[in-house]
C-alpha cells in the first residue's frame, strides 16, 4: 500500500475518533481522497483508450486482475450506492444523471460479477471520458456529505429497512461474488463506511490502477528503441516505471500530458522532418521546442543528445550505465548541471570512466 496514503489515512481514522479533532480528521480524508483523485485524472488524461479494456495480469486473484474501465466503475458505483442509497437513502447519481445512457455502460452494478471476457467486453463499450465525469460528480457529491458530518453520526447503524432498499434497488448482483456486499455495508457503521469503502477502497484499486497502466507500459515498450526522440535514455529516466516512452501510445511524459494532442513538440517535429530523433537534426545546439524550450532547466537533456550526434545511442547507454552504477540520482540534471557544454564534457569525461 502506498506509505503516504496509508499514513494519512492511519492518521485520519486516529482523528475522527475523538470529537475534538474530528473536524480536522474530516479534513485529512478529503485531503486524500482529492489525492488520490489527482492519480484517477492523471490516468485517464495520459493514458489511450486501448489501456482502459486491457486485462495485463490475466485472470485471477486480486484488484490487479482487471481493467482500468472496471476499476474506475465499480469504485464508484459502490461508492453511489453506499452514500445514497444507504446512508442519504435518495437516488443515486447514476439514476438521477443520465449517466448510464452518457457513459454507455450495459450494467448498473458494482460490477463484481465480471470477470475474464466479459469484463474486457463491459470496458471497451464504456466510455471512459463520460465514465470519469460520473466519477468526478459522485466524489463531489460524497465530498459534500462527509464535509457535513458531525461527530455524533459516525456511530449510526443501519436497520433491515435499509437493507431491503438496497436489495430493491438492484444495484448489487445476486451472483455470490457480490450479493455479500449489502450485508457487509449494512454491518457498518458510518465510522466503519468512511474507512471502507471512502477511503481504503479507493487507495486499494487505484494502486491497483497504477500497477495495471505501469504493466501496460512495460509491455508496449518491449523491443523499441529506449532513446526518446529528444535524446533523453527512458530506461535511465526516474519515471521509467511508468512511462511507455514517447515511441509507444503509453506516452505519458511531461510535454506529452501537456500537449493537447498528447504528442511532445519534440516527437512531432522529428516525424514531420523524418528523423528518429533530435540528435539527426543540425538545428540541435539552438534548438527551442518542446524540452528544449525549458532552457537551463532542462540543456542536460540537450547535451545528451548532442553526446549521441557524436558517439551514437549504443555510447550513451554504456555511460548511463555507468553513471548509474557509481553515483545515486534520479534526474539526470543533478549529474550534468543547466550547461550544454559542460554537460556534454561530463558525459565525455564518464565516457573514460
Same mark, same amino acid.
Given at each position: 500500500?502506498?506509505?503516504?496514503?496509508?499514513?494519512?489515512? !492511519? %492518521?485520519?481514522?486516529?482523528?475522527?475518533? =475523538? #470529537?475534538?479533532?474530528? $473536524?480536522?480528521?474530516?479534513?485529512?480524508?478529503? &485531503?486524500?481522497?482529492?489525492?488520490?483523485?489527482?492519480?484517477?485524472?492523471?490516468?485517464?488524461?495520459?493514458?489511450?483508450?486501448?489501456?482502459?479494456?486491457?486485462?495485463?495480469?490475466?485472470?485471477?486473484?486480486?484488484?490487479?486482475?482487471?481493467?482500468?474501465?472496471?476499476?474506475?466503475?465499480?469504485?464508484?458505483?459502490?461508492?453511489?450506492?453506499?452514500?445514497?442509497?444507504?446512508?442519504?437513502?435518495?437516488?443515486?447519481?447514476?439514476?438521477?444523471?443520465?449517466?448510464?445512457?452518457?457513459?454507455?455502460?450495459?450494467?448498473?452494478?458494482?460490477?463484481?460479477?465480471?470477470?475474464?471476457?466479459?469484463?474486457?467486453?463491459?470496458?471497451?463499450?464504456?466510455?471512459?471520458?463520460?465514465?470519469?465525469?460520473?466519477?468526478?460528480?459522485?466524489?463531489?457529491?460524497?465530498?459534500?456529505?462527509?464535509?457535513?458530518?458531525?461527530?455524533?453520526?459516525? !456511530? %449510526?447503524?443501519?436497520?433491515?429497512?435499509? =437493507? #431491503?432498499?438496497?436489495? $430493491?434497488?438492484?444495484?448489487?448482483?445476486?451472483? &455470490?461474488?457480490?450479493?455479500?456486499?449489502?450485508?457487509?455495508?449494512?454491518?457498518?457503521?458510518?465510522?466503519?463506511?468512511?474507512?471502507?469503502?471512502?477511503?481504503?477502497?479507493?487507495?486499494?484499486?487505484?494502486?491497483?490502477?497504477?500497477?495495471?497502466?505501469?504493466?501496460?507500459?512495460?509491455?508496449?515498450?518491449?523491443?523499441?528503441?529506449?532513446?526518446?526522440?529528444?535524446?533523453?535514455?527512458?530506461?535511465?529516466?526516474?519515471?521509467?516505471?511508468?512511462?511507455?516512452?514517447?515511441?509507444?501510445?503509453?506516452?505519458?511524459?511531461?510535454?506529452?500530458?501537456?500537449?493537447?494532442?498528447?504528442?511532445?513538440?519534440?516527437?512531432?517535429?522529428?516525424?514531420?522532418?523524418?528523423?528518429?530523433?533530435?540528435?539527426?537534426?543540425?538545428?540541435?545546439?539552438?534548438?527551442?521546442?518542446?524540452?528544449?524550450?525549458?532552457?537551463?532547466?532542462?540543456?542536460?537533456?540537450?547535451?545528451?543528445?548532442?553526446?549521441?550526434?557524436?558517439?551514437?545511442?549504443?555510447?550513451?547507454?554504456?555511460?548511463?550505465?555507468?553513471?548509474?552504477?557509481?553515483?545515486?540520482?534520479?534526474?539526470?540534471?543533478?549529474?550534468?548541471?543547466?550547461?550544454?557544454?559542460?554537460?556534454?564534457?561530463?558525459?565525455?569525461?564518464?565516457?573514460?570512466?
Amino acid at each position: 500500500m502506498d506509505t503516504e496514503w496509508s499514513n494519512k489515512n !492511519k %492518521r485520519m481514522q486516529a482523528l475522527i475518533s =475523538k #470529537e475534538a479533532t474530528f $473536524a480536522e480528521g474530516i479534513k485529512v480524508l478529503l &485531503e486524500l481522497r482529492a489525492e488520490i483523485f489527482e492519480q484517477i485524472t492523471s490516468i485517464v488524461k495520459t493514458f489511450p483508450s486501448v489501456a482502459f479494456y486491457q486485462m495485463p495480469f490475466g485472470v485471477g486473484k486480486g484488484t490487479q486482475h482487471t481493467t482500468l474501465a472496471w476499476s474506475l466503475w465499480h469504485l464508484f458505483r459502490i461508492e453511489d450506492i453506499v452514500v445514497h442509497t444507504l446512508i442519504l437513502k435518495e437516488e443515486q447519481v447514476l439514476l438521477c444523471g443520465d449517466w448510464l445512457d452518457k457513459t454507455n455502460s450495459q450494467i448498473a452494478t458494482t460490477g463484481n460479477e465480471l470477470d475474464g471476457d466479459a469484463m474486457i467486453t463491459f470496458s471497451k463499450a464504456l466510455d471512459i471520458k463520460a465514465t470519469y465525469e460520473y466519477c468526478k460528480t459522485v466524489m463531489e457529491s460524497t465530498n459534500e456529505m462527509l464535509a457535513g458530518l458531525q461527530f455524533a453520526d459516525l !456511530k %449510526r447503524t443501519f436497520t433491515a429497512e435499509d =437493507k #431491503e432498499r438496497l436489495i $430493491a434497488s438492484k444495484c448489487v448482483s445476486q451472483d &455470490e461474488s457480490s450479493v455479500w456486499l449489502i450485508d457487509y455495508w449494512c454491518g457498518k457503521n458510518i465510522k466503519g463506511l468512511i474507512q471502507m469503502p471512502l477511503s481504503r477502497h479507493w487507495i486499494m484499486h487505484v494502486e491497483a490502477m497504477r500497477r495495471i497502466k505501469n504493466k501496460l507500459c512495460q509491455q508496449a515498450k518491449k523491443g523499441v528503441d529506449q532513446i526518446a526522440y529528444c535524446g533523453l535514455s527512458c530506461g535511465h529516466c526516474f519515471l521509467t516505471a511508468w512511462c511507455g516512452s514517447c515511441r509507444t501510445i503509453y506516452n505519458t511524459c511531461s510535454f506529452a500530458t501537456c500537449s493537447p494532442d498528447g504528442v511532445c513538440p519534440n516527437t512531432a517535429c522529428c516525424k514531420e522532418k523524418d528523423l528518429n530523433g533530435c540528435y539527426e537534426c543540425s538545428e540541435l545546439y539552438d534548438c527551442k521546442k518542446g524540452f528544449y524550450s525549458l532552457g537551463k532547466d532542462t540543456n542536460a537533456i540537450r547535451a545528451m543528445a548532442l553526446f549521441i550526434q557524436k558517439y551514437g545511442k549504443k555510447e550513451l547507454l554504456r555511460v548511463m550505465d555507468t553513471m548509474h552504477s557509481k553515483k545515486k540520482f534520479e534526474k539526470i540534471q543533478e549529474v550534468l548541471g543547466s550547461e550544454i557544454d559542460e554537460g556534454l564534457k561530463i558525459l565525455e569525461e564518464w565516457r573514460n570512466k
